[in-house]
């Protein structure tokens, strides 16, 4: 049998959370562990509870659901947050991304989505809930976190193409180019060029990426 994924919710409007809590507890493999009405309380329960997986809102009393955030990635850089909110702000979404969130969706998400978004989550994932995907290409959370040349380098990581080869294609040097690596890497808050490129189709951000099937300019 899998491990149950036990759950963390932090919201405060109680009828919101209650409904929650009976909805996921209802669900196999899941358990709602504990409840909190605000950021603090629920950096205070994530501290001592330690979920598989938090979800957050973002707008609360007292501190919001980003700054809950930060701290609870302070606590634990491996913390999974969720964030589970009304917000499809591109604003709000690239905020909550930058800060440490894995994964982004709206409190009108269907049950199924949800549920499915929760275990992509515990299992490694990034899940951003279809809605959010749906907003247009200029107004990505992405795009709010990466320079069109970042997006550019983007592509080229699709390709598999090394610093040296995308210092060419774009004109620049390979200390420039393995800076914007750099920078990709760190703005979409993975660990390499592989997960780089992952999140980056789940956030929708390739389509207008380097043309596929692109070769290197003669020597």
Same mark, same amino acid.
């Given at each position: 049998?899998?491990?149950?994924?036990?759950?963390? $919710?932090?919201d405060d409007h109680p009828v919101m959370r209650a409904g929650l809590a009976n909805l996921l507890?209802?669900?196999?493999?899941?358990?709602?562990?504990?409840?909190?009405?605000?950021?603090?309380?629920?950096?205070?329960?994530?501290?001592?509870?330690?979920?598989?997986?938090?979800?957050?809102?973002?707008?609360?009393?007292?501190?919001?659901?980003?700054?809950?955030?930060?701290?609870?990635?302070?606590?634990?850089?491996?913390?999974?947050?969720?964030?589970?909110?009304?917000?499809?702000?591109a604003e709000d979404v690239a905020q909550a991304l930058r800060a440490g969130a894995c994964g982004y969706v709206t409190k009108n998400i269907e049950h199924e989505e $949800?549920?499915?978004?929760?275990?992509?989550?515990?299992?490694?994932?990034?899940?951003?809930?279809?809605?959010?995907?749906?907003?247009?290409?200029?107004?990505?959370?992405?795009?709010?976190? $990466?320079?069109?040349?970042?997006?550019?380098?983007?592509?080229?990581?699709?390709e598999g193409f090394t610093n040296n080869d995308i210092g060419r294609l774009l004109g620049i040097s390979t200390r420039t180019a393995k800076a914007h690596v750099a920078a990709v890497i760190e703005k979409l808050q993975v660990i390499d060029r592989t997960q780089a490129v992952a999140r980056a189709f789940d956030l929708g951000l390739l389509k207008a990426a380097f043309p596929k099937g692109s070769s290197l300019p003669a020597r």
């Open positions: 049998m899998p491990a149950t994924i036990r759950l963390l $919710l932090i507890n209802s669900e196999p493999g899941f358990s709602v562990v504990g409840q909190a009405n605000d950021g603090e309380q629920g950096v205070r329960l994530w501290g001592e509870l330690r979920p598989d997986i938090c979800l957050l809102d973002i707008t609360m009393h007292g501190i919001d659901g980003i700054e809950a955030l930060r701290r609870i990635r302070h606590l634990s850089a491996d913390a999974r947050v969720v964030m589970l909110t009304s917000s499809d702000a $949800l549920v499915a978004a929760i275990r992509q989550a515990h299992a490694g994932g990034r899940p951003i809930g279809s809605d959010i995907r749906a907003v247009d290409a200029s107004h990505r959370p992405g795009n709010a976190l $990466l320079s069109p040349r970042e997006i550019e380098v983007l592509g080229l990581l699709r």
